[in-house]
């Protein structure tokens, strides 16, 4: 009787075979531990505008439903209009924790791409005008059912009338949950902790989690804009 060794070569035929089970092992290997390499880069630009394209990028992590985030926006919004193209904006959602609803918000920012991808940032500054409705203690009473209806209520304002069964139906897709977890996965990957959060080309700025003002961004934007065209035109 012939003993198989356990290091006797495999007949060719079942060669296809295992490079399948391989390939598989692999790929589920990863997708655990691991966030699997998303296909577009993380975030929202402002105004279309093509980021990398020559210009100084700004990253802000704003979790929706922050006062902080709130706070911070018009004046970045007032710099990054007064210089595009030559300052472009991403914002990266980034739930925190201790905001019972922020995932949800998050979540709606990506329903709002995919029905109407101009509603992202008005939509954002909904959340930012109504935040007050989605703290933790006004909505502690509320079922999740109810808290994603009102938000659905809300978004639709800025994706449009017409789109409330779409958007409530946004909840149940895997696609905007995966999303929101990226966002806040990749925030994590760049050691942001709070928001908001503000990187310019990159680098993180300092006084993370404090809202800056619109003298504090000029004093940091413009000389970037000097060194690039070589004198200041503004
Ligand atoms: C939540 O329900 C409890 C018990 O009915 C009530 O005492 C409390 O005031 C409610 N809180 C809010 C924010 O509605
Ligand atoms: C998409 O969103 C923008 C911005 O809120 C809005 O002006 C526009 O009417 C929306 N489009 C539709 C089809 O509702």
């Not at 290091?7 to 598989?24: A, G, K």
């Not at 589920?28 to 402002?46: A, E, K």
């Not at 959060?197 to 619109?214: H, I, K, M, R, T």
Request: net charge neutral; glycine share 6%.
């Amino acid at each position: 009787m012939a003993r198989a060794t356990p290091l006797s070569p495999l007949p060719l035929r079942f060669l296809p075979f295992v490079v399948v089970v391989v390939v598989v092992v692999v790929v589920l290997g990863t997708s655990h531990g691991q966030t699997s390499i998303p296909r577009r880069y993380d975030g929202f630009t402002y105004g279309g505008a093509a980021a990398w394209d020559d210009s100084v990028v700004v990253e802000a992590f704003f979790d929706p439903l922050c006062p902080d985030s709130r706070d911070s926006w018009p004046p970045l919004k007032r710099a990054i209009e007064r210089f595009a193209p030559r300052v472009s904006l991403i914002v990266h959602p980034f739930p925190l924790p201790y905001h019972n609803n922020a995932f949800l918000a998050c979540r709606a920012l990506y329903i709002a791409k995919k029905l109407n991808a101009s509603s992202v940032y008005p939509l954002l500054e909904l959340f930012f005008k109504n935040q007050e409705n989605y703290y933790n203690g006004p909505t502690t009473n509320m079922s999740r059912a109810a808290i994603t209806e009102d938000i659905s209520k809300l978004a639709v304002r800025a994706v449009g009338n017409s789109l409330l069964a779409d958007f409530l139906s946004g909840f149940q897709d895997s696609a905007t949950d995966q999303a929101a977890r990226v966002s806040f996965k990749y925030g994590c990957s760049r050691g942001v902790s709070g928001a908001p959060f503000f990187f310019v080309n990159g680098f993180v700025l300092p006084d993370a989690g404090s809202p800056l003002d619109y003298d504090t961004w000029e004093g940091i934007l413009e000389p970037l804009l000097e060194t690039q065209s070589g004198r200041a035109e503004l």
